[in-house]
Structures are given as C-alpha cells and as structure tokens.
C-alpha cells in the first residue's frame, strides 16, 4: 500500500467510527502494522472533576481504537477486526489540558489473531499515562474461512 | 419510610452526578437497595463499528470501569449513610483510582441498551479486586465481562 493511500484508508476508518469522532481523534501516523491516534482534551471526558483529569474510560477508547486501526494497517490487510481482550495499565493521571496521543503496534498475525501493544502519552513522552495488550479477530478480506 | 429511600438517592446522585464523563456516555444507576445496575443508554454516537452495527469496545470497557469504580464508592458510601452516620455527605466522595482493567469481549455490543453489574471480590485498605459483568437482552449471556484493581482512596 502506498503511503498516500494508506493515509486515505486511515482517515476513512476514523471518520466511519462515529465514537471516535465524537471524541474528536485524528491520525498522527499510519505504518505497516502501526498507528500513532490524538485525542484532544475534552471538558466532556473528565473523571475526576476535582482535578479536570481525563476519565481511564476515554484513554480506554482511544488506545483500543488505536490497535483497531494498527491491526487494518497489517500488510496482511484484514477486512475488519473486533476486540477479543483488551488488558489496560494505568500508570498515572493525565495532565489536564493536555492532548493525549496513543501508539499501537501489531507485533504478530495469525490467520485469526492479531496480538498488539499499546501506549498512551501526554506532552511528558518519557513518562507513559498507561499502556494496553490486547488480541484482536482477524478477518482477512475476501478469504474463504 | 421513604425518607430513608431519598436519603440513599441523594447519596447516590451525589456519587455519580459530578463526574462529566458519566454523563457523555449517558451512564445512569438502577438500585435496588444496596444493589446497583448500571445502565448504558444507547446512543449512535457511541457506535465503533457501522457496518454491524455495534458498540465501541472502548465504550464498553468505560462502561465496564465506571461501573466497577462507583460500586466501590458505593459500598463506602453506604456504610457511612447507613452506620449512624446519617448525613449525607455535600461534596463528592473521593473515587477509587484504576490501576489495571482487563475486559473480556464476549460478542459484539448491539445498538441498544446495556447494564452491568460489579462485584467486589476482595476490598483491602488500599486495593480492591472487583469482577464485573455486562449484558443486553439475557441477564445470563453476557457481551462483555472484566476485572480490575483499584486504589482505594486514603483517609488523609
């Protein structure tokens, strides 16, 4: 896949998901098997009113929508793909105010299975919000299962 | 005796109604008692995948996390409204903080409503263990399923 196509496909993806245009997220990156997501700050998404900190959920849905979009960009080119586990760590508060960006990686492929890893992170790089392991269907288009 | 009903009520409102993401995902509370069920109203906006059409996997696993973090907060509550104590509190309680969360998808989320309800295995001082279960149509064919740790909030 060319780099101008697979940008295309990346910003069909995010603008057929309608959760994640509610939650405005656009693509930083798009690779072979890898996706690099942002997610702007969002009043609409605090968890913890007292601080204005971003609710564990939306980080949640932003790094799963994120391996989503790292599984489609496999050079195996699955049709589709659903979450089977998703395993999140949190290790700290995001700083409020701040854009969140997830990065996925699609390490490994089966003929059903794509297993990924994922980490969020806010304008601290060095320092990871929390990160994700999940294995997600694979469904490769067109393929008689 | 429904005074003791709007009491529990108004503890309940007081835990839920400050958090805005709640609110986003439009998240509500059925209870029964001490007995919670959180409901997901539907709404196409929490839709991941059109085709299907089913819910976000994302969403659901929020919606399996805030379940399990206002049923811990819950159990705090209650023993404070209900153990002499009766006043109840005017600020938010402080919520538990997530520290793992691993959900289990079982078949994808129909564009309708869901409900969940938590369980809390084990409940330290410090950690929690909560296991928790999501369903739409049959209570016993569940769509999703997760557990997850938690820090409790310290007293000081």
């Known amino acids: 896949m060319s780099d101008d196509l697979r940008a295309q496909v990346a910003r069909q993806f995010i603008e057929s998901i309608p959760h994640a245009r509610a939650l405005g997220m656009s693509f930083v990156e798009i690779g072979a098997g890898t996706a690099e997501l942002s997610m702007p700050y969002d009043k609409r998404l605090i968890g913890d009113p ?4 971003v609710h564990g959920g939306a980080i949640s849905t932003l790094m799963d929508t994120c ?3 790292a599984v489609m960009a496999h050079p195996v080119n699955p049709g589709s793909t659903a979450t089977l586990d ?30 990924v890893r994922a980490v969020a992170m806010d304008d601290n790089r060095d320092n990871p919000v929390a990160t994700a392991t999940g294995a997600f269907t694979v469904e490769i288009a067109g393929a008689d299962v | ?48 995948n059109p085709t299907l059409p089913a819910i976000h996997g994302g969403v659901t696993a929020a919606f399996l996390e805030t379940t ?9 509550l209650w023993q404070e409204i209900e153990g002499g104590d009766a006043s109840v509190p005017h600020s938010l309680p402080r919520l538990p903080k997530t ?27 410090r950690y929690a263990s909560v296991h928790v279960e999501a369903w739409q149509d049959n209570r016993s064919r ?14 000081t």
């Open chain 2, 1 to 48: 005796m429904q005074v003791v009903k709007k009491r529990r009520d108004a503890a309940l409102a007081t835990l839920v109604a400050g958090v805005p993401y709640i609110r986003f995902l439009n998240i509500t509370f059925d209870r029964r008692g001490d007995e919670l069920t959180s409901v997901l109203n539907f709404d196409d906006q929490i839709i991941g």
């Open chain 1, 67 to 69: 391996s989503g979009a």
């Open chain 1, 86 to 115: 998703l395993r999140i760590d949190y290790m700290r508060a995001a700083t409020p105010g701040q854009t969140l960006v997830a990065r996925a990686e699609c390490y490994h492929v089966t003929r059903t299975v794509a297993f």
């Open chain 2, 99 to 125: 520290i793992d969360f691993t959900v289990d998808y079982l078949r994808s989320g129909l564009p309708r409503d869901a409900y969940a309800r938590a369980r809390v295995n084990r409940s330290g001082r």
């Open chain 1, 50 to 53: 007292a601080t204005g900190v």
């Open chain 2, 142 to 155: 569940l769509f999703a399923q997760a557990t997850g740790h938690f820090l409790m909030p310290s007293d």
């Open chain 2, 68 to 76: 399990a973090i206002i049923q811990l907060g819950w159990q705090e």
